[in-house]
């Protein structure tokens, strides 16, 4: 079908019906647009809708709020001049028509009132920058001034005017272009990135929360790698993200390179993404490799080793999250032991695996379990089958190891079999240094296999270490 068609179509419904005759009833000029269009031609679910009236946009969202009556919900910004009509799970933002000037050192622009033309120079890249009118006589009539629907066609990302122009004035727009490119899968024509390139500096204007949005965007993709290939091709990943060009590059001695630790990386991420919507496993992923330039070393027995890049990994992670304004809660805790953890399953996979080195990965990783399998599952990207194969065979005995031990051992959210209240009491001590030591001796027994973990043998095991401790039970209990 025609694009234009699509869209005539489209919104041909009440909600749409009832804007057109609000738009009558205040004899303004009234469209949509934006990111609304757009996912129409694309067949994408949108419940924005974005309105740009030619006159006051709020006198319309007001008109528009009383005519929906009950269950629409009106909140009027004066300072911006927009006004915003919840109804039905749908949002309509309205805005007046505006014409934009920008000064050098501001995201924040002088705004005036303007024409439709005004407003559509303003808009960002073409594909967003087609307008639908909502008024009577030409209700559904589409407004395309910049090629949008060719370039939706030809899967291309562009700005309208002066790519030059349109970064320099809000750099958040780099962030967009590579956004909507990993998004929709679109390309950015090569003159719009070259401007992003020769203004990726511009981002330092760009408040952090406004960053990460777009980063966890592009995280939420089905191909995330799209978006950090375009950043670190543009020259934006290492001014956000320095720590992850850091692994780019490979160096040689005496004829030996080791992987691109950057491009791994990616190729991780997508494997993760394929598997699992979770944003934070994909931080993880991200993520896991980080400390690998810290801790890199060559010498002529080992070749290149990347020694204990877990550890240090984990340790970078509380610095790169609050300076990307992330979460530093329960998520920050859980990427760190992801990648604190993420070499375990590996070795066990290589190795001849122990109970105990199960049960001791199944109380690290705790109800992680899962996610950390499919995270070291994800990090086999190497080239050679036999080397894949045998892995993939390897982890499939840990992972029906793991299952065995859960539900003999029930490790994974361990809960000790004797508390530390019974022990106080069975030995008439106070809250000190031998409960612990007690407790530790009796989870370490249950890990090493050395007692199952109920609560006899448990109790049984902490008499005997106690009794080793000099520490006899009191009378009575
Ligand atoms: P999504 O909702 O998926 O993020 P969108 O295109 O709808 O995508 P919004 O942020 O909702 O993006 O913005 C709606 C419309 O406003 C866009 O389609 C675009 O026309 C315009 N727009 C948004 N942000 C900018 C910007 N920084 N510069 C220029 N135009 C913008
Ligand atoms: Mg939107």
Known sequence: MEFA?????AIDKPIFRQL???????????YVVG???RDIILNRPSKDIDVVV????????????????????????????????????????????????????????????????????????TINDIAASLNRD?????????????????????????????????????????????????????????????????????SGERIIDEINKIMKSKYPSIGFRLLDESGLLEL????????????????????????HTLTVLDNVALKSDNLWLRWAALMHDIGKPVVKRYDNKN???????????????????KKLRLPLGEEMKYVKKLVDLHMRPIVLAEDIVTDSAIRRLLFDAGVDIEDLMLLCEADITSRNREKVARFRENFGIVRQKLKEIEEKDRIREF??????????????????????DIKEAIKEAILDGIIPNEYEPAYNYMIKVAAEMGLKPVKGS
């Open 54 to 125: 030619v006159g006051s946009g709020i006198a319309v969202a007001e008109r528009y709020a009383k005519k929906l009556g009950k269950g629409a919900h009106l909140a009027v910004f004066r300072n911006f001049g927009t006004a915003q009509v919840k109804y039905r799970g749908m949002e309509v933002e309205f805005v007046g028509a505006r014409k934009e000037s920008y000064s050098r050192n501001s995201r924040k622009p002088v705004v005036e009132d303007g024409t439709l033309e005004d407003d559509q120079n303003r808009r960002d890249f």
């Open 415 to 436: 809960q000790p079999p004797v508390s530390g209240e019974e022990v106080m009491e069975v030995f008439g001590l106070s809250p000190s240094r031998p409960v612990g």
């Open 138 to 206: 030409s209700f559904g009539e589409v407004l395309d001034p910049f090629g949008g629907f060719d370039d939706i066609k030809s899967k291309t990302i562009r700005t309208p005017l002066d790519p030059d122009i349109t970064f320099s004035d809000d750099p958040l727009r780099m962030m967009r272009a590579i956004r909507f490119a990993t998004q929709l899968q679109f390309d950015i024509a090569p003159q719009t990135f070259r401007a992003i390139a020769r203004n990726c500096k511009r981002i330092s204007i760009i």
């Open 303 to 321: 070749g290149w080793t990347f020694h204990n890049h877990n550890y240090m990994g984990a340790k970078m992670i509380h610095r790169i999250f």
């Open 240 to 263: 956000i993200l320095p720590e992850l060009s850091a692994l780019k590059g490979v160096d040689n001695v005496e004829g030996k390179g080791h992987k691109d630790n950057f491009f």
């Open 5 to 9: 068609e699509k869209i005539k179509q």
């Open 20 to 30: 057109s005759d609000v738009a009558e009833e205040e004899g303004v000029p009234c």
């Open 35 to 37: 990111g609304y269009v």
